[in-house]
C-alpha cells in the first residue's frame, strides 16, 4: 500500500521529515523517497527498500538536504516523490492510491497530443505521473486534486509540495486517511499519527473524505471541505495500522484488544495457551486471553535483526523462507500443549499452512485458529493490500471453488455465516491448514469492534461493500 508524512516549519525540516517518513516503514517494502523544497528549488533522494530498512538508505541523504518543507513516502508501487514542472508551477507529489482505469486515463492522455509520460523499470507507467497529469488539468491545485478524484477508479490520497505550502487531499471516499499535527515550529501531514509522539506533535486535526486544505508553519487552510461519503478501509484497524495510531477517532490496539474479545465471547474452547500469529494477531490475541482469562504466551518469537518482514521478497519461494527462519519456536509452549492462535486475517493461508505443520512437529497436541475478521473473498479494489495475482488465490475462493466446482462467481450464501455453504467453506480451509478448529469473526462483531458504522466502512474484501 504505502504511506506518507509531510511537514512544514519555521526551522530546517529534514531531520523531522526523515524520522516521520520511516514511522510508515511498516506500511510499504518497495520504495522510499524524501523531497525537501529550498530556496534552490527542491531536494530530492529515492532508494530501494525491498531488502534493507529505508532509515539505512538514506542517512547520507539528509546531511545533504536542507529546507523548511517536505515530503517523504513509502511506496509499495512506484519510485516517489515525482518532481513536476507545470502550468501550476514546479511541485512535488507523493501518492497513495489505486488506479483500476489507469491504462484509459492514459489513453485519453495521449488523445491531447501533448502528453507524455516517463517509463519505470519493467515499461510501465508511473500511477503516481498519471495522477500529475490529471492534477495539471485544474487552474488551481485544489482544482486538479479533485479533478483527479473524480475520475480514478481506485483510490487516491496525495500530498503536495509546493512553493505555496503542502497541499493535503484524502482519497474521495477518505479510504486512506490523511491526520495533520501540530508542533511549537510547524505542522505535519500523516497517514499514520503514530509518528507525533516521539517527534513533538500532537493530533490538530483530521481530513474528511475529498477534503483538500493547504498547510503552512503557523496554520492551514481549508481549501475544498470534506463530503459525506466516508468509507475508509476496515482492514487499517484489523492489520495495516500501527497499534499507536488512530483513525476517526478509534486506536488501533483498543479495536484489536475488543476483535479479540469478541472471538472469545463467541468460543467454546478451553485452551492451555493463547498466542497470537506475530505481530499483527498478537494484540487480537491479548483481548481474546484477557475476555476467557486462559493465560496468554509466545509459542514463536520473531528474530528481526537480519530478516525482514516475509511478504517483502518478490520471489515467492524466497518469501517462504524468510517467513520460516524469522519464526523460532520456544518449545516449552508447543509441545504437549493445546494452543489458541488469533491472527488478523487468513489470506492464501500458504505460510499459515507451513507454520501449522512446524508447530505440530514440535509436539502440539491441538492448534485452534481465529482469525479477527470474516474470510477474505473478494480481491481489494481500492488499495493494493495483497501480492495474489489473483482473487481466486485467497483461501475463501479456493474452497468454494472445491465446494462449486468454480469460483468465478460467488453465491450470496457463502456470505451468510448461519449457512450450510458458509460453514462447509470453513471446513474446507480447516483441513486445508490442517486445524483442529477454525473459526473466524463474524461481521457485525468486528464492526463493532472498531465502533463506526458499517455504511462508514469500506468491507468489500468480505462481501463487496466498498
Known amino acids: 500500500m504505502g504511506g506518507y508524512f509531510g511537514i ?19 506500511l510499504g517494502t518497495k520504495r522510499g523517497g524524501l523531497a525537501v523544497l529550498n530556496k534552490k528549488g527542491i531536494s530530492r533522494g529515492i532508494h530501494n527498500i525491498e531488502n534493507s530498512q529505508f532509515r ?18 513509502i511506496s509499495d508501487t512506484d519510485s516517489q516523490p515525482l518532481l513536476i514542472n507545470s502550468h501550476l508551477g514546479r511541485y512535488g507529489i507523493a501518492s497513495v492510491a489505486r488506479i483500476n482505469n489507469k491504462f484509459a486515463l492514459i489513453r485519453n492522455a495521449f488523445k491531447n497530443k501533448t502528453a507524455h509520460f516517463s517509463e519505470m523499470s519493467g515499461g510501465t507507467i508511473s500511477p503516481t505521473e498519471v495522477i500529475a497529469t490529471l492534477i495539471n488539468h485544474g487552474d488551481t491545485f485544489e482544482e486538479g486534486i479533485r479533478y483527479a478524484q473524480q475520475q480514478i477508479n481506485g483510490s487516491c490520497s496525495v500530498l503536495l509540495l509546493t512553493d505555496e505550502g503542502i497541499y493535503a487531499g484524502r482519497d474521495y471516499y477518505g479510504r486512506t486517511p490523511i491526520i495533520l499535527g501540530k508542533s511549537t515550529t510547524g505542522l505535519c501531514a500523516a497517514f499514520e499519527s503514530t509518528a507525533f509522539v516521539n517527534l513533538g506533535f500532537e493530533f490538530e486535526y483530521e481530513l474528511g473524505p475529498g477534503e483538500v486544505v ?57 485452551p492451555d495457551l493463547v498466542a497470537g500469529i506475530p505481530d499483527s494477531g498478537v ?15 509466545r509459542p514463536f ?27 523460532i519456536p520456544i518449545l516449552d509452549f508447543i509441545q504437549n500443549k493445546r494452543l489458541l492462535f488469533c491472527e488478523d486475517s487468513i489470506v492464501r493461508g500458504t505460510q499459515l499452512r507451513e507454520t501449522i505443520q512446524r508447530i505440530y512437529e514440535y509436539g502440539a497436541k ?30 475463501g475462493r479456493k474452497a468454494i471453488a472445491e465446494i462449486e466446482g468454480n469460483a468465478e462467481t460467488v453465491p450470496d450464501t457463502y456470505l451468510n455465516a448461519e449457512s450450510d455453504k458458509y460453514a462447509q467453506m470453513i471446513e474446507k480451509i480447516r483441513k486445508r491448514l490442517n486445524l483442529t478448529s477454525l473459526r473466524y469473526q463474524l461481521m457485525e462483531d468486528m464492526i463493532k469492534a472498531i465502533g463506526l458504522r458499517k455504511c462508514k466502512l469500506c468491507t468489500y474484501c468480505w462481501d463487496q461493500q466498498g
Not at 539505512?56 to 513516502?73: A, C, M, N, T, V
Not at 528474530?303 to 519464526?327: C, E, G, H, I
Not at 485458529?369 to 481466486?392: D, Q, T
Open 283 to 297: 494484540a487480537h490475541a491479548i483481548g481474546y486471553a484477557n475476555q476467557v482469562s486462559i493465560p496468554m504466551g
Open 214 to 270: 493547504l498547510l503552512g508553519a503557523d496554520g492551514f487552510e481549508q481549501k475544498l471541505p470534506p463530503s459525506d461519503q466516508l468509507k475508509i478501509c476496515a482492514f487499517h484497524w484489523i492489520y495495516y495500522g500501527y497499534p499507536s495510531s488512530t483513525y476517526e477517532g478509534k486506536n488501533v490496539e483498543n479495536v484489536r484488544y475488543r476483535c479479540g474479545a469478541a472471538l472469545a465471547k463467541r468460543d467454546d474452547i478451553k
Open 8 to 26: 512544514i516549519s519555521e526551522q530546517d525540516c529534514v531531520k523531522t521529515l526523515f524520522y516521520g517518513t520511516d514511522y510508515h516503514s511498516h
Open 56 to 73: 539505512s538508505k538514506f542517512e547520507d541523504d539528509i546531511l545533504k538536504f536542507h529546507g523548511r518543507s517536505g515530503i517523504g513516502i
Open 301 to 327: 518469537v520473531k528474530y528481526t535483526p537480519t530478516w525482514p518482514r516475509s511478504f517483502m521478497p518478490q520471489n515467492q519461494s524466497y518469501r517462504d523462507l524468510v517467513a520460516r527462519m524469522k519464526l
Open 366 to 395: 491441538e492448534i485452534h485458529m481465529r482469525p479477527a475478521c470474516p474470510p477474505l473473498i473478494f480481491g481489494c479494489r481500492y488499495l493494493n493490500f495483497s501480492r495474489s495475482r489473483s482473487e481466486l488465490d485467497l483461501a
